[in-house]
């Protein structure tokens, strides 16, 4: 066994008892994912997350998602990601749109309209990132 497996081991050995000691739902992993926007497309050890879900029986959150290609976030769901974190898109088409608004429409200070131009747009923003995810028509159980 390499040094890299044998930390490997011992790292889901520590989520296992972690899991098993709190009794949580849901567990959140670092697999080379961060919050915010990424410089280039995040590498991803996707193997984790099946490794984790496969040992605890419990899905995994994933948090900073906002810039995932549609392929990473096929795969990490695939393997038993069953909350996916978008937050910094959602930020990011609520600041463009009412940035967009104030452009289009200069010395309008209109709060229903800018907030009309942003809900539109943080919902078309959600509808996407729900068929993306596949989750389009599904009830939360």
């Not at 390499?2 to 520590?14: P, R, Y």
């Not at 948090?63 to 959602?90: E, W, Y």
Request: include cysteine.
């Amino acid at each position: 066994m390499t040094g890299d497996e044998a930390e490997h081991v011992q790292s889901l050995e520590t989520v296992v008892d972690f899991v098993r000691a709190t009794g949580v739902d849901v567990f959140a992993p670092a697999i080379g994912n961060a919050h915010g926007v990424y410089a280039s497309t995040p590498k991803l050890d996707s193997g984790r997350v099946t490794d984790i879900v496969e040992a605890t029986g419990i899905p995994v959150a994933l948090h900073g998602g906002t810039g995932m290609t549609p392929d990473q976030f096929s795969d990490l769901i695939s393997r038993g990601c069953a909350k996916v974190n978008i937050s910094t898109a959602l930020k990011i088409a609520y600041m463009k749109s009412g940035f967009e608004y104030m452009s289009a429409h200069p010395g309008e200070y209109d709060p229903p309209g800018i907030f009309t131009a942003q809900r539109a747009a943080v919902m078309e923003m959600a509808r996407y990132h729900i068929r993306l995810f596949g989750s389009e028509g599904k009830a939360w159980a």
